[in-house]
């Protein structure tokens, strides 16, 4: 159980850079049409308490911790309702069922997370050997990101790049923000680093923000909140990362069927989708997402939930 306040909103707000006056106990009224009457807790910050209670529950249980051994974690976040502060946040997680796809076996666990036993969050945290999403096409060769400049598009794609730096004093903070015991994941006294799964994922809500300043997007006329969240991590290259090791997120443009209509004057369209890619060290992706927002104009007229 986690009481949410304001002050734990405020620190994942800070150990990611999420600017997004949703959060902002003193300007979330500039928002235009903001239904929520407050500040509201950071989508990637709920993200992080799924984790950890998940990791709670490996820590006790022999089939957990044996699907723990796979490569790579997969969730999948559908937003049914806002968290705020003075909530107190649970989740439930279901029994773990086993599939198999494509040669490759996938251990899947739902999850209802609840605000004041409301659901808020339903999703699926998955355990797989391979990557759950599939990687975007045109993409820029990797080995190239390093050496371009930050907040710009890459030269001759569509796809954005922000650089963003693993910082250990972050990833503590963001662990703190989602009620999490720090040291089963950081220990400077046991030489520990692993940093949360959630931690460099929770970097795509700036990596998004500052491509839409860059595109000249007014977020205050103009405010977008998450739908859903399908995102796919590489643990083993996760481990590898330290502190002040730089990754390099692609934003990718919106991909939905309306895509063209985007900008403050489009009322009637109803979602943007977008794709982002992580790289570290390697050639290979760290993580992949596709997010789904919806502009806050399509839900003034409906309740969310």
């Known amino acids: ?126 355990e797989a050997n391979q990557m759950t999403l599939s990687l975007p096409t045109k993409l820029p060769p990797m080995h190239m990101l ?51 799964e959630m931690y460099p994922l929770g970097l795509i809500s700036s990596a998004l923000l500052e491509r839409a300043v860059f595109e000249d997007i007014d977020l205050i006329s103009h405010p977008m909140i998450y739908k859903t969240q399908k995102l796919c991590i590489d643990k083993q290259q996760l481990e590898e990362l330290r502190s002040n090791d730089p990754i390099n997120i692609l934003v990718g443009p919106d991909i939905s069927e309306d895509a063209n209509e985007f900008g403050p004057e489009s009322s009637s369209k109803k979602r943007v989708i977008q794709e982002c890619v992580a790289y570290g060290k390697e050639e290979k992706p760290l993580f992949i997402a596709k997010i789904t927002l919806t502009p806050l104009n399509s839900l003034v007229n409906k309740s969310y939930d």
Not at 161 to 180: D, H, P, Q, T
């Open 146 to 196: 390093n050496a371009l400049p930050d907040r710009e598009l890459v030269p001759g794609t569509s796809y954005f790049l922000k650089r963003k730096y693993m910082i250990v004093g972050n990833a503590k903070n963001f662990l703190a923000s989602a009620g999490a015991e720090q040291s089963l994941f950081i220990d400077e006294f046991t030489d520990k680093v692993d940093f949360p």
């Open 1 to 126: 159980m986690l009481l949410m306040s304001q002050l734990h909103i405020d620190i994942a707000r800070n150990s990611t850079d999420d600017f997004n006056l949703f959060h902002d106990k003193s300007r979330w009224h500039w928002l235009r049409g903001n239904l929520f009457e407050g500040p509201i807790a950071l989508g990637f910050q709920l993200g992080g308490f799924v984790e950890y209670q998940c990791k709670l529950l490996a820590m006790n249980s022999a089939n957990d911790l044996y699907v723990g051994q796979f490569r790579f974690s997969g969730y999948e976040f559908n937003f049914v309702h806002c968290v705020v502060p003075d909530d107190e946040v649970s989740v439930n997680l279901k029994q773990g069922k086993w599939s198999s796809g494509d040669g490759s076996s996938v251990y899947s666990r739902r999850f209802i997370l609840k605000a004041n036993k409301k659901p808020a969050i339903v999703g699926f945290k998955r």
